[in-house]
């Protein structure tokens, strides 16, 4: 009866299904509840499914639909009319090899951790729908990143469930007769073999590295446990793991890429493999590092000098010593490499000094972003003006399909084939946006919003093993009101991502009598959703998130601000999709770029925004909100007070009185003008279809 499942089973295999509507519906309807409950999972999901009931709901009109999905699936796969077809055909022949630490490319898939996870996942959907020939590599993360828990404390608790292959989308890489391909790789004075495993995205591969093989001692089976994971013998193991086997893995399998892509400098330790090969057949060594730096792209996405990963000079002599001795490689030129001061034999190696000394091309993520790279690196090429620097900027964008699938992508389809019609110009969202009347706007906005608070309370009593956080936001006092405390009549702002100090999330609370008279005005209301995670070793985020808890218990905040534990790709989906407003408020200028605010567009969600990132480039006055105008102070209390003092006018005095100044329809016509020109404007030009498209012609394509 195999075949009778086949059609699902291919669909399960490739993680096209997760950004297309029809084929994610198609495995809800299978069982809604299990689909929650394997976290949209349909590997795991289709375990949970008879064959016998499959057979006979395919005689229905479920089978319709699974034929109209699967036609589509297969044509997609086959088709040959690309944009890269058009433009680019050498890169339809060699891959573009694209390295990073992780992707997050569904929340069933847990090895991403946060921002740098979804850019990659992101621009590995827009590479496979734009038909670039394009590799990812990655780890294989058994435990993936942790599942956040709350103590009655509200302080941030770890879990780390395991997560297997056979329950995930995966195949092993085997090589021509069938056995598992291995690759070996010198860590300290160790052999450790890695296997990997093949996920299939669209057109797509990602390659995953696991070293949690039998053979290896088993300090180094744990290398690929954990995102991020361990201290920094761990993570140097996890780069070289990374950049050094994933080169490996590429020649194992005969591919020769047109260019390798490091996203951040985790993976640096590739431009070494490729130098040493180059030595080795001879080339003499300056020439072998031009050779190299011909290969190599890189990607920068650290706005502070702190976050850059850099290791001693003991521990690069310990890790690398015998990798060294078989290549044939000097230590101290060696430590060169990714040395910023090369004079001085006590420096610090830094990945990003080495991707930058073996790149010919190297970017920023927002134009800001490439302005304070230049700045941060100009000591290493001995240039007075960062205008002489070479690095440039490429700001990042969103697969727009991933984050408006669901109601959205319906509502748009009435009015246009294609999503990428209304991304495509401002022009093209103009002309689509003008066949859609404000009733039918506002609408949109009523039921993502509904779907969110409905999700919202499903969540919340979801959480069988925190009943306090269960209690705490909804428990009503039916004395007072009958109604739900979250309502789809109030405006709701929504702020949720990684719970670094510098993003400031407890800013909005800087006031607390303030923001009390402002969420419960007796016309004009506020509520707030807050979610996030702080790193495990992150002290410091971890008391942000309890102050927030804290503030949520406070009498006149209970059940109008809330925090949902546990923040994911699917949680993430939900919120941008129903929040009035996103959030944002780091100190200026260390968000390198951002793209959670661009993901709320689509959704008719407004940005309000300190100008960091992305939204100095896309904010024009009329398209969302600013907090400030980019001013910059030394006192750090000071800054916080400023910002916090600009965010409180900007809120009180228009984004809530646009939002509650109704016509005659009670709709709010010039908020939605406001929605409307942030549509047009930030759609077009803040998605991964333009950031590859970037990429590909001014970086992967050599000159």
């Not at 670039?132 to 469930?161: A, H, M, S, V």
């Not at 009329?622 to 800054?639: K, R």
């Amino acid at each position: 009866m195999r075949h009778i499942i086949e059609p699902l089973q291919n669909l399960s295999q490739n993680l096209w299904w997760s950004w297309d509507t029809e084929a994610k519906e198609l495995f809800k309807e299978l069982s809604p509840l299990v689909w929650e409950r394997v976290n949209h999972n349909p590997v795991e999901l289709l375990r949970h499914i008879s064959h016998d009931e499959i057979k006979a709901r395919l005689d229905c009109e479920f089978g319709k639909k699974l034929d109209n999905v699967t036609k589509r699936f297969e044509a997609y796969l086959s088709e040959k009319d690309t944009w890269a077809s058009k433009h680019v055909p050498s890169l339809t022949e060699k891959p573009v090899a694209y390295f990073s630490a992780e992707f997050g490319i569904h929340e069933s898939v847990r090895i991403y951790s946060g921002g740098l996870g979804v850019l990659s996942g992101d621009h590995i959907k827009s590479a496979s729908d734009l038909g670039l020939n394009f590799i990812g590599i990655t780890l294989f993360y058994k435990e993936g990143y942790f599942r956040q828990y709350l103590n009655q404390e509200g302080w941030q608790l770890e879990d780390y469930p395991l997560q297997y292959p056979e329950s995930l989308p995966l195949e092993k890489v085997t090589d021509a007769d069938g056995n598992d391909l291995i690759i070996s790789l010198d860590i300290a004075q160790s052999e450790v073999l890695a296997q990997a495993w093949c996920l299939n995205v669209g057109r797509a591969k990602l390659y995953l590295l696991d070293t949690n093989i039998p053979a290896n001692e088993s300090h180094y089976r744990d290398i690929c446990s954990r995102v991020y994971g361990g201290d920094q013998n761990m993570r140097i193991n996890q780069e070289i793991v990374l950049g050094i086997g994933g080169v490996k893995l590429l020649r194992a399998l005969g591919i020769d890429p047109a260019v390798y892509h490091m996203n951040e400098g985790h993976s640096a330790f590739l431009t070494v493999e490729l130098l040493t090969k180059e030595l080795a057949d001879g080339v003499e060594p300056e020439k072998a590092k031009a050779n190299v730096k011909e290969q190599c792209v890189f990607t920068t996405h650290t706005p502070v000098a702190a976050g850059h990963d850099r290791f001693s000079r003991d521990m690069m002599h310990y890790s690398f010593d015998r990798y060294l001795q078989k290549n044939d490689m000097a230590f101290e030129d060696f430590l060169r490499l990714g040395s910023e001061n090369p004079s001085n034999p006590h420096d610090l190696f830094t990945m990003t000094v080495l991707a930058l000394n073996l790149s010919r091309n190297a970017n920023g993520v927002s134009k800001l972003h490439g302005e304070v790279s230049r700045e941060m690196w100009r000591h290493i090429y001995s240039v007075e003006s960062p205008g002489d620097v070479p690095i440039g900027h490429i700001t990042n964008g969103i697969h727009t399909a991933s984050w408006t699938s669901g109601f959205t992508d319906k509502f748009w389809r009435r009015y246009t084939d294609s999503l990428d019609t209304l991304t495509s110009s401002q022009d093209e969202a103009m002309k689509v946006l003008a066949k859609v009347t404000d009733e039918e706007l506002w609408c949109l906005r009523y039921r993502l919003k509904r779907n969110l608070i409905d999700f919202i309370y499903r969540y919340l009593s979801n959480q069988l093993f925190h009943q306090h956080v269960y209690t705490t936001y909804m428990e009503a006092d039916s004395s007072k009101s009958s109604k739900n405390p979250l309502s789809p009549d109030v405006l709701t702002i929504g702020f949720a991502r990684r719970f670094a100090t510098y993003k400031r999330a407890p800013l909005i609370f800087s006031d607390i009598e303030r923001l009390t008279r402002i969420v419960n005005h007796p016309t004009m209301p506020l509520q707030i959703i807050f979610a996030g995670k702080a790193h495990p070793h992150d002290d410091a985020g971890k008391h942000y998130i309890q102050q927030i808890v804290d503030h949520t218990r406070l009498s006149q905040f209970k059940g109008k601000i809330i925090f949902l534990e546990n923040y994911n790709l699917g949680v993430a989906k939900r919120m941008i999709s129903g929040v009035d407003v996103w959030l944002n408020n780091p100190i200026r200028p260390m968000e390198a770029s951002g793209t959670s605010g661009q993901k709320t567009v689509l959704h008719g969600g407004l940005n309000f925004s300190v100008p960091d990132g992305w939204w100095p480039e896309a904010y024009d006055g009329e398209n969302g909100w600013s907090i400030g105008n980019g001013e910059v102070l030394d006192n750090h209390e000071a800054q916080n007070h400023h910002d916090a003092e600009k965010l409180y006018d900007v809120l009180e005095n228009q984004i809530i009185p646009t939002f509650y100044d109704r016509n005659v329809n009670n709709i709010p016509v010039k908020w939605l003008k406001k929605v409307r020109k942030a549509i047009a404007t930030i759609g077009p030009e803040y998605n991964t279809h333009r950031m590859v498209r970037d990429y590909t012609l001014k970086y992967y394509l050599k000159d």
